[in-house]
């Protein structure tokens, strides 16, 4: 048997969907499409954009007789798709997803899952502010990473295919165990975009500064949060609801510890901040050497003349 | 008299001084410029890199016969730099500084500055990550707003000239109180960088996530975070020190705002959280139609490709 899947189905056609549906189909993994979404507007779109070979708003339908399917919905509505495709999928199937937060869509999911397909939940570090099937791009994974958290006993040829799928698409692949991705996430994309969608909503709702104030001198730091609180709400309701635990517990450190930094600002201990923004330099040269973000010079916006 | 100046003095080279530096020259808006660091090394390197006719580790050396004056050094150093300035200026002279707090820019330079000269204090909100006289480019300006802050009194055509000289630079330029800037500033910029070096600094100090981690997975919002916490830290610890009133004013609003929305999480209160993700988009729209930020969808860096 190739390693090629032959039959994938895509549950949800959003940035992410789209984006698998237009590598695997560039870079050869699959040789056919079959494209769901339960809003038969994004179904037009989808077929518009000829992201794949069947569309359905059907999620049970287009499971059917797929040796791969791919759950790319808000993590809030997992459960709901498992429970209806559960029943339609082809034994031996392996059934994988996109989702931000892993324990708990392997909570809802695996329960309504049959015994005879393979189960290895996956989440993709990628993305951009846009979403639907317009904003994704066949190397939105190139060089990112996807990590697979499989649970206890899955059948690792079947984590060594969703791996080599994941690949395929130019992805790096990593494997942990799900509470771990879930803590892991929580500091490095939760909580930074909690910050920032509160940040931004903080300086919507000020009396002193006008909000046309906030646009016009938004250079200073500011836009770089609005790009990070432009993300998909659904999406991210639905990770904060389903990521409780973790986002709490990293929250309350990060508020400890800006408690503190508002401390030494208050009584002028200028040592202890020098120190700190020093440290934070190291990790940015870490991000750049793990081939994670680019060393341009981004405030500058150089790289797109004639936009601004 | 000509608009245009005949002699520049910079006091600072690094991003700032040297960005101006290279614009009044490629633009054609000053006829000479003395460049001066304190560091002798920061002298060769500005020397080595053309971007003045004269070099001086004197600031009282570089102000003789100067009729524009730009202070750009961290705002911390501004009274030591009066001081020393104040008894070479020429009569008529305008003093200029590119601090980003203006209230104790003048409270701490004026007293020094003779009568017979024009203080317009300046500040154009740009920058990059990147700090030092390479870093600087002639463009950095272009496009982003520079706030004047002429204290009660300053002499008009003063100001004009200042103005002029910013709108040479490319930049759009707009007049404020001094109070008002700082606490525009406190949210659009100041309180921005307090809380992205906050997180990095959090993020390299927990037990369960490895620092290695939170590098590889950076790309879900944290390594943008990590861009901002890379700044000048000289320059940052003074902002803090000298704009205390107003960045604790408005981080007393974030961690308020931030309060609310983790007991919407603790909660499960998925209708506020959708509702306030769903406002922070507008503000992000009003940035790109004021021309200050661009729609290309960046987490994808695809402008930078090849270098990851």
Redesign the interface.
Known sequence: MSDQFKRLALIGIGLIGSSIARGAREFGLVEEIAVQSRRAETVKTAERLKLGDSYTTSAADAVVDADLVIVAVPV?ASGDIAEEIGPALKPGAIVSDVG?VKESVIRQMQPHLPKNVHFVPAHP??????SGPE?G?A??F????T?LTPPEGTDPKAVERVRAFWTGLGARV?TMAAD?HD???A????????????????????E??T?????????????????????D??M???V??NN?QA??E??G???E??TA??RA??F?D?DA??E??????A??R??I????????????????SG??
């Open positions: 809030g931000s570090v990628a993305g951009t502010e846009y904003a791009f190397e939105l190139r060089g990112r990473w990590i990593d771990h803590m892991v996430l500091i490095t994309s939760h909580v930074p975009h909690l910050i920032a969608y509160n940040i931004v909503s903080t300086a919507a709702h000020l002193e500064v909000e046309s104030e906030v646009m016009k001198f938004a250079a200073g730091g500011f836009r770089d949060f609005t790009r990070i609180a432009a993300s709400p659904t991210w309701r639905d904060f609801l409780k986002v709490l990293m929250l450190r990060f508020t510890d800006l930094l508002q600002i208050r002028g200028g901040l020098f700190l923004f020093t440290r934070t330099r990790i940015r870490g991000i050497d793990a081939g994670q973000e680019t060393a341009a010079p981004d405030f500058g916006r150089q790289h797109e936009k601004e």
